[in-house]
């Protein structure tokens, strides 16, 4: 008798992929591409650093399952925590309703938060249950604040060209990708955009500290430009990553720090997916010395088991809601705010990058990527290869009709399609963004699993890449 408790026989009886196109609606994807020109794996479990498919195929995770796990998949450590509080308090309210889960994470979080000596420490944690949302919440929070004050006219935000912040309509207004802002452009708020600092082909420091500086000045006359009429920068502090993880220099942000101090605007930084060591610092902010007013946290937070995202904020945004009237609060809701299980799995998360010394062994793994990488750049096809930390991008020569407005595109055209077939049948998941391939793997990756990362890439760039 088949039954839904039995998943075994379903997998020897379903055949997944057509059920699968069947029902499902994918995310991010043509869906007219399925199933010829885009395999479909459907997965059955995950075990370290690889994906299992029902098959039996193993799939080595590089991108981290867009970028949310960090010490593999199914570790048992975070697994245990989660069904150790699922038999506990699985959910609650958080309006009126508290739980050690919420607090002990926020206690954590705060301690671990980037800290500059001279400005009072981020000290509130405001849970959303994913990153669009705490974007969303990190927007409202600095608008909301000055509205408070009786100052109504600081209502725009600047962000930075090239941005990611998510795909709800606020995030997106603050998003600078024309493949997924342009339809909804009609939609958006009215955002003012100010350069990147990306440090693209730049051959040493200096170049990339005055590609920095040029994107601060401009930053600086953008500002000046509207006097009192901003309320926040929003940026992701030293990878743009959904932009094709263009690398900036972390002078940037002191100067961006600086600017907003001297504007009264607050900085919102995005560290969605660069938090949690994935730019070798446990936060990117960390690497320029500055504290921003409002920080969000999600993806690798709960170590890539389960949606959260937390926005730190300071104590002054705090206590401008403070307050007799309740229109004065933050009347932010999401069902899951701060779910028990979610917030179990971050702490074992954070367990775990104390008991396994994560930092230092992603130095030793970040050395052995750099390692394995520079042979690449030999490629005919290659342009650039950057890292930051535990994130290697190797730029393509640009194709001439691959092109969305000099803007990296999510498995662009047909190159991205072929590079990501050929990976996969090397059995290695490699998603390009645009002209961008890029390994960003599981912590837990191991000398082996990282030469076969390399490996594929070479015989990827060798065969879907003969545009020289
Ligand atoms: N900000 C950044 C920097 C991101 O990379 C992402 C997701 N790729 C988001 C926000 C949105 O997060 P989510 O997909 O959880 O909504």
């Not at 992701?236 to 001297?262: F, I, K, N, S, T």
């Not at 999600?298 to 945004?317: H, R």
Request: net charge negative.
């Amino acid at each position: 008798m088949k039954g839904l408790h039995d998943a075994n026989m379903i997998a020897v009886d379903g055949d997944w992929r057509a059920r699968d196109l069947a029902v499902l609606w994918h995310p991010c994807t043509q869906m007219r591409e399925h199933p010829d020109a885009l395999p479909l794996l459907p997965v059955a479990r995950g075990e370290g650093a690889w994906l299992v498919g029902h098959d039996g195929q193993r799939v080595l995770d590089g991108v981290s399952s867009w970028w949310t796990n960090l010490h593999g998949h199914a570790e048992p450590r975070i697994a245990e925590a989660i069904a150790r509080q699922a038999r506990t308090l699985e959910q609650v309210i958080l309006a009126g309703f508290s739980h050690a889960p919420a607090v002990e994470l926020a206690e954590r979080l705060l301690a671990l938060a980037p800290r500059e000596a001279r400005r009072a420490p981020l000290s509130k944690v405001f849970y959303a249950d994913n990153g669009s949302s705490g974007v969303e919440v990190a927007l409202k929070m600095a608008f909301h604040w000055f509205h408070n004050r009786g100052i109504k006219g600081r209502t725009k935000f600047i962000a930075l060209g090239n941005s990611y912040h998510g795909e709800t309509l606020g995030a997106l207004s603050v998003g600078d990708i024309p493949l997924y802002r342009r339809v909804y452009a009609p939609l958006l708020l009215d955002v003012l955009f100010a350069p990147s600092p990306d440090a693209f082909g730049a051959s040493d420091e200096d170049t990339a500290i005055r590609c920095a500086d040029a994107a601060a000045d401009a930053l600086a006359e953008l500002l000046a430009a509207h006097p009192d009429a901003v309320c926040a920068l929003i940026l992701e502090p030293l990878v743009q990553c959904a932009g094709g993880m263009r690398m900036h220099h972390p002078h940037y942000l002191r100067r961006a720090r600086a600017l907003c101090d001297a504007h009264g605007v607050f900085l919102i930084a995005d560290e969605i997916a660069v938090g949690f060591g994935r730019t070798g610092t446990l936060f990117a902010c960390e690497q320029a010395g500055i504290q921003p007013d409002l920080l969000c946290l999600s993806k690798g937070l709960t170590g890539g088991f389960l949606p959260l995202c937390a926005v730190l904020a300071t104590q002054q945004i705090y206590d401008g809601f403070l307050d007799d009237s309740r229109e004065r609060a933050f009347l932010h809701s999401h069902s899951y705010s701060g779910n028990p299980l979610a917030c179990a799995a971050a702490l074992a998360s954070l367990a775990i990058f104390e008991s396994d010394d994560v930092l230092a062994r992603n130095r030793v793994t970040a050395t052995r990527m750099a390692a394995l990488a520079a042979p690449l750049k030999a490629y005919p096809a290659v342009r650039e290869i950057r890292q930051t930390g535990m994130i290697v991008a190797i730029e393509l020569q640009p194709e001439p009709d691959n092109h969305d407005d000099g803007h990296a595109v999510e498995i662009a055209g047909r190159r991205g399609l072929r590079m990501y077939r050929k990976a996969l049948e090397a059995g290695v998941l490699l998603r390009p963004l645009g002209d961008v391939l890029y390994w960003m793997p599981p912590y837990c990756i191991d000398d082996a699993q990282l030469a076969l990362l390399a490996t594929t890439t070479a015989a990827v760039l060798e065969e879907a890449c003969p545009c020289a």
